[in-house]
């Protein structure tokens, strides 16, 4: 069991700072069992979306374990087909029988879209909020332009905003909007899919700390502020490495190092139907 994870924390509620994705699974059995083996270790964050397939499997994970439901923080995600209110409300109310939840933690619009306006998805977003099937609400893949556009329509606080995070993309400009109006991040495809594992300099910090560069990648994340990330492993071994990551800092220098690999400018996950014009 590992120890317990440090908080984000908004006012509307406390985010554990390390989750598990649960995006391509490559079947439901071994799903299930790899989900339950991450919260019987100590994960409390599930990171799902009705987009991946995975909600049934983290429902059936959550009803396995012994983890009471108030020590859980699920995130799950409408996807932007689904961004009218309408369809808004029948995909989250979808996504909780999948869950066999009353209420997420967190509800995020997966990606926004190019056809309904922003005010009226995250209107849906404000009433999932306000009838108490989403604890919080956000958004995902959002440029600074739109960040700005969903703050000034939500009534609501916002609590986070999902993008692609890692040491070889410059995130700084959403960072900083994000930083403006107090909405956390949270980091998906962290370990760049596992490319940004092989990076010398990363396994060369990694040796150094006696950590694996999965560990020294996760961390460089999480030693920036209002920072979480959601990092996938299909092996045992690997999903209870990304959680053992609170017995080490990386120095200043080794931090500067690693964000000195920017440069290699990668982004991973650049769908073209669905890509905002990108900061
Ligand atoms: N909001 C969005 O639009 C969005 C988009 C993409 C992803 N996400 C979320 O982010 C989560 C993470 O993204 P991702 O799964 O695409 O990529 P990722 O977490 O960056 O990388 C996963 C890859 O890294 C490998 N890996 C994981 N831990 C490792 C370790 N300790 N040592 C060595 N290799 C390791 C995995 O290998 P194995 O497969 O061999 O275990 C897998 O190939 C998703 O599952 C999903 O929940 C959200």
Same mark, same amino acid.
């Given at each position: 069991m590992i120890n317990e994870i440090p908080y984000l924390t908004r006012n509307s509620g406390n985010m554990p700072c390390v989750g598990l994705g649960t995006m391509s699974y490559p079947e439901p059995e071994k799903a299930i069992e790899l989900i339950k083996y991450a919260l019987d270790i100590g994960y409390r964050h599930i990171d799902t979306a009705?987009?991946?397939?995975?909600e049934n499997w983290v429902g059936d994970a959550i009803k396995m374990?012994?983890?009471?439901?108030?020590?859980l923080w699920i995130t799950t995600k409408v996807t932007e087909d689904n961004a009218a209110p309408v369809d808004f409300m029948k995909s989250l109310e979808k996504s909780l029988m999948a869950l066999n *939840?009353?209420?997420?933690d967190l509800l995020l619009i997966h990606w926004p879209s190019r056809t309904i306006p922003i005010k009226d998805t995250v209107g849906a977003l404000n009433n999932a909020k306000k009838e108490g099937l989403a604890r919080n609400i956000g958004i995902s893949n959002f440029t600074t332009s739109l960040i700005q556009e969903a703050v000034h329509c939500?009534?609501?606080? *916002?609590?986070c905003n999902q993008i692609e995070y890692h040491?070889?993309?410059?995130q700084d400009k959403v960072l900083h909007a994000c930083d403006k109006y107090g909405i956390l991040v949270t980091c998906h495809v962290p370990l760049a899919r596992g490319i940004i594992l092989n990076d010398p300099i990363i396994q060369t910090i990694a040796l150094k700390y006696n950590k694996s560069s999965a560990q020294v990648a996760l961390k460089w994340l999480l030693q920036q502020t209002r920072i979480s990330v959601v990092p996938r492993a299909l092996s045992y071994n690997e999903i209870e490495e990304n959680i053992s990551l609170f017995d080490f800092n990386l120095s200043d220098d080794d931090m500067e190092k690693i964000s000195s *690999?920017?440069?290699?400018? *990668?982004?991973v996950v650049d769908p073209e139907i669905r890509r905002p014009l990108w900061d």
């Open positions: 009705r987009k991946y397939g995975s374990s012994n983890v009471p439901r108030d020590k *939840l009353n209420y997420v939500s009534e609501e606080e *916002l609590y040491a070889y993309i410059n *690999l920017r440069h290699n400018n *990668l982004r």
